[in-house]
């Protein structure tokens, strides 16, 4: 072969060592501040989080027919992010096996996981804090979609009110 061939497909497979090396550099760096990343989504995500959290429930009691009274709600407003098998039992009391885990965001931009047990006349939960990195380590990278979607859908139905808000004041006081 051409020597200046060889000498050229050499340097390719060179560039392409060099470019595996620094993207696997590049991916657990990333892998590294996920995190961070996910920190600052949440403190961003706050203040929608009032607006269009949910109230979940605390703890109530139960009818025999399965219907739930005397319902408590936590204060804060939260998210759903994500949901995980459940642990065997609650850190709070061994003698409570966990039905659902859920994790959240409050509007605090705080990560939570809610524990919830069920039994034949009660529901009740247990909140655990959550760092950013512990979320994720539980909960997977789904959560950096799920707070990105959150505030997607947030903003579309801003815009869909807007445009409710501008058609009314149109048909209220039409253009002249």
């Known amino acids: 072969m051409d020597p200046i061939i060889e000498e050229g497909y050499a340097r390719l497979l060179e560039t392409v060592g060099d470019l595996q090396a620094k993207k696997e550099e590049s991916a657990k760096e990333l892998r590294e501040k996920t995190g961070a990343l996910v920190a600052r989504m949440a403190a961003d ?7 269009i959290g949910l109230e979940m429930l605390w ?12 319902q408590e709600f936590y204060e804060k407003k939260m998210i759903v992010l994500g949901k995980a098998d459940p642990l065997p039992y609650r850190p709070d009391d061994p003698s409570k096996p966990i039905d659902t885990q859920i994790c ?10 809610v524990m919830y047990t ?14 950013p990195e512990e979320a994720v380590d539980l909960y997977g990278y789904d959560l950096v979609f799920m707070l990105y979607r959150a505030l997607y859908e947030y903003v579309e139905k801003e815009e869909e009110l807007t445009a409710a808000l501008a058609r009314a004041l149109e048909y209220i006081a039409p253009s002249e």
């Open 118 to 131: 069920t039994t034949e006349i009660r529901v009740d939960s247990y909140t655990n804090a959550l760092t």
């Open 45 to 51: 995500t706050a203040p929608a989080v009032k607006k």
């Open 59 to 70: 703890r109530a009691k139960r009818e025999a027919s399965g219907e739930l009274y005397d």
């Open 104 to 113: 959240v965001l409050d509007e605090d931009g705080k990560f939570c996981e």
